[in-house]
């Protein structure tokens, strides 16, 4: 059974970097056909695509958020790692990592982050 597990701080100041990270458990981080992913929902809002780290290691983030986004791994420990630099409370919202192939099939409970003035 595969699991996604998000953890990370629950309130950032504006200005700051947000980091989470993503512990996956019953597959690997690293197989190859999987992108893995991190997703946001603003309150009151749909949910909005960030990024995604491949099997390989390469990284695609939304035009939107790309110049503030980094996605990474640790192959050793099975997680990956979103950070988020000089947020806003705009950027407040629950964060959650998936696994995509073809679809979003497992996912993490979310983690709500909140951005401070």
């Known amino acids: 059974q595969v699991q996604l597990q998000e953890s990370g701080p629950g309130l950032v100041k504006s200005s700051q970097t947000l980091s989470l990270t993503c512990t996956v458990s019953?597959?690997?981080?690293?197989?190859?056909?999987?992108?893995w992913s991190w997703i946001r929902q603003p309150p009151g809002k749909g949910l909005e695509w960030i990024g995604y780290i491949t099997g390989s290691g390469s990284t695609y983030y939304s035009p939107s958020l790309k110049s503030r986004t980094s996605i990474s791994r640790d192959t050793t420990k099975n997680q990956f790692t979103l950070q988020l630099m000089s947020v806003t409370p705009e950027d407040t919202a629950v964060y959650y990592c998936a696994r995509w192939f073809y679809i979003y099939d497992y996912w993490g409970q979310g983690t709500q982050v909140t951005v401070s003035s």
């Open positions: 019953g597959d690997s981080a690293t197989t190859n056909y999987y992108y």
